[in-house]
């Protein structure tokens, strides 16, 4: 007979651990989304995690909380800015790398290493410049400031990470291919790009999450309510007067989040296998 697999307590305790741990993180989403069920005046007043009255038309009133809006323009401005985000990043950021993995042009080493600082530049210091030409270029209160720069490769942290991918490929198949008559355009287009597809939906991911999460530049920029987008939205819901509807914004909070959580457990094999392989290579 096959004896039983027998598990040191050590693992056992690891396990248990993890399984705490994960319930301590998870605890604010869980408490998020049974707060966007109950009424307002129970949200704050019971230490129950489920509601005693299940509350369902919070989603309603956060939906048509705004006057004359509904919270999927909100939706439709965050989807909108995002895919033009993700496009951006992929485009500028695999032709940066490919040209910084496989190309040889004058001072490659120090475009590299100049690329790689601008990593560690905090957004604060180029805040007021950035502002300043927009400003100037006429393009505050749209969506321009938010998606163009990301064609032009400012995103260097895709960058890195694509580098890193198209170093790990082996420059034989580039061999191959100018034998066969292909120009370089065509070996970043024809061999770079479909064994990328890990490193491409890795940046996808992680445009997309942190373009569809953030506030402080979409605070920055858009100043028209019929141009807000999620977080910005959410916003609206708070009153320094102390009567915020904390109901309908757990309710659109939790809407808020699906994108985000559909989009990344539809990825989440490619995400790991980018981040693993990029550590691996390069």
Known sequence: MRQAAVFPASR??????????????????????????KPTAEIFSSVSLLPKTWFWDNYKLGWNAIPRLDFGIFLR???????????????SASLVAFAFARLHFTLKSLWFALMLMTMMLPSQVTLIPQYVLFHKLEWVNTYLPLTVPHFLG???????????????????????????????????????MPLCVPAIITTAIFSFIWTWDDFFSQ??????????????????????SGKSEWGPMLAMSVLSLVPS??????????????????????
């Open 77 to 91: 401005n965050s989807f909108t800015i995002s895919f033009l985000v993700v496009v951006g990043n992929i485009v």
């Open 219 to 240: 605070l920055i920029y858009i100043n028209t309510v019929s141009k807000y987008t999620v977080p910005l939205g959410l916003r609206l819901f708070l009153d320094g």
């Open 12 to 37: 056992i305790l690891l396990h248990v651990l993890l399984a705490v741990g994960s319930l301590l993180m998870l605890y604010p989403v869980f408490w998020m989304v049974f707060g966007s069920v």
């Open 154 to 192: 400012a995103a260097p942290f895709f960058v890195f990470l694509m580098v890193q991918f198209i170093r790990g490929i082996p420059k034989e198949l580039d061999e191959a291919a100018i034998v066969d008559g292909c120009n370089t355009f065509q070996i970043y287009w024809r061999i770079v």
């Open 261 to 282: 959580f559909v989009f990344f457990l539809t990825c989440q094999k490619y995400l790991v296998q980018g981040i693993a392989t990029t550590g691996l290579k390069g």
